[in-house]
């Protein structure tokens, strides 16, 4: 009776001379060699050559101009309630009069810090925004930290410049429906 359907007939059949100096199992495994040498190669040379990391990767934190080249933050605070890392911490300041091409709201944020070392990228802060204010960068990793001191992150590094909107094309995450966020305007 057979139990299992592994069982193998073991062949007592005398190795050739070839079989008994291994050249068939060195030929194999110099093929196997030279068959990988002649594929494409799966790595990158970072840093000088960096991979798309896809649209819904979450990266390096931006806050949001306006199409007229105002910040959008309004200080409301959602974001660092939102928060889990309790990585978010501001300071909210009233727009003066003159200040109209620089703000959006009559409240911005003054200060706006990120820990990065706290931040776990979990997006909830973009999520929470209501004036499509933050944004994590799908295109952009945050670098390695190697000084504690470069782990807040203030308005100086989140702030886009004017020269390097962000944007995230909607036709690029349109196959990404449990992203609902990434389909909002970021204009
Ligand atoms: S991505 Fe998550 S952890 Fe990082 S700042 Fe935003 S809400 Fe906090
Ligand atoms: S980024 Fe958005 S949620 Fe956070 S304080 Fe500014 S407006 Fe409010």
Same mark, same amino acid.
């Given at each position: 009776? @057979? ?10 059949? &005398?190795?050739?001379?070839? &079989? ?16 990988? *040498? *002649? ?5 990158? @040379? ?16 931006? !806050?949001?101009? +306006?199409?007229?080249?105002? &910040?959008? #933050? ?7 309630? $939102? #928060?889990? $890392? ?15 091409? !620089?703000?959006?709201? &009559? ?13 776990? *990228? ?16 799908? +295109?952009?990793?945050?670098?390695? *930290?190697?000084?504690? /001191? ?5 308005? +100086? ?5 004017? /020269? ?24």
């Amino acid at each position: 009776m @057979q139990l299992t359907n592994r069982a193998k007939q073991v062949s007592n059949k &005398e190795m050739t001379l070839a &079989e008994k100096m291994y050249l068939p199992a060195v030929v194999g495994g110099l093929a196997i060699t030279i068959k990988h *040498f *002649f594929r494409k190669k799966p790595t990158i @040379q970072y840093p000088e050559v960096k991979k798309y990391l896809g649209p819904i990767y979450r990266g390096h934190h931006v !806050l949001k101009r +306006d199409e007229q080249g105002r &910040e959008r #933050c309004t200080a409301c605070g959602l974001c660092a309630v $939102a #928060c889990p $890392a309790e990585a978010i911490s501001m300071v909210a300041a009233e727009r003066k009069k003159g200040e109209e091409a !620089l703000y959006r709201e &009559e409240k911005y944020a003054a200060v706006y810090e990120i820990n990065m070392l706290r931040c776990i *990228f979990c997006g909830l802060c973009e999520e929470a925004c209501p004036k499509q204010a933050v944004y994590l960068r799908h +295109d952009r990793m945050v670098p390695v *930290f190697l000084e504690r /001191d470069e782990v807040i992150y203030g308005k +100086d590094r989140l702030v886009e410049s004017l /020269d390097d909107r962000y944007i995230r094309k909607n036709s690029e995450v349109a196959t990404t429906p449990t992203e609902p966020s990434l389909t909002r305007s970021t204009t």
